[in-house]
Nanobody, 125 residues
Framework: QVQLKESGGGLVQPGDSLSLSCSVSGRPFVTTAVAWFRETPRNNREFVAS????????YYADSVKGRFTVSRDNTRSTAYLQMASLEPGDTARYYCAAREGSVGWYREATDYEFWGQGTQVLVSS
């Protein structure tokens, strides 16, 4: 059984930084592409960032480019989303997702088979 577990969400003020983690188990991590999505009651689940496996590609939504950094530690089977300069618009429930294969150039939620339970991020003054 493939399992993804997120951690690191919380309440922060605008301009703060926050780092999310996602541990992956149940399949080889190096051949698993990992992505981050976020969802609000108003909006459908939208793409945030993704990281390839062995290929090393990293991709970002325009709304977070330059502020968020996606990374992965293959020795720990863990992906990360480092968020800086957080804005109220970043408030959402953040999910990590995974798909088979190392290619990370996928931006649709339907492209990913495995999902975590999500972690809430609230940016408010």
């Amino acid at each position: 059984q493939v399992q993804l577990k997120e951690s690191g969400g919380g309440l922060v003020q605008p301009g703060d930084s926050l780092s999310l983690s996602c541990s992956v188990s149940g399949r080889p991590f190096v051949t698993t592409a990992v992505a981050w999505f976020r969802e609000t009651p108003r909006n459908n689940r939208e793409f945030v960032a993704s990281a390839s496996g062995n290929e090393g590609g990293k991709y970002y939504a325009d709304s977070v480019k330059g502020r968020f950094t996606v990374s992965r530690d293959n020795t720990r089977s863990t992906a990360y989303l480092q968020m800086a300069s957080l804005e109220p618009g970043d408030t959402a429930r953040y999910y990590c997702a995974a798909r088979e294969g190392s290619v990370g150039w996928y931006r649709e939620a339907t492209d990913y088979e495995f999902w975590g339970q999500g972690t809430q991020v609230l940016v408010s003054s």
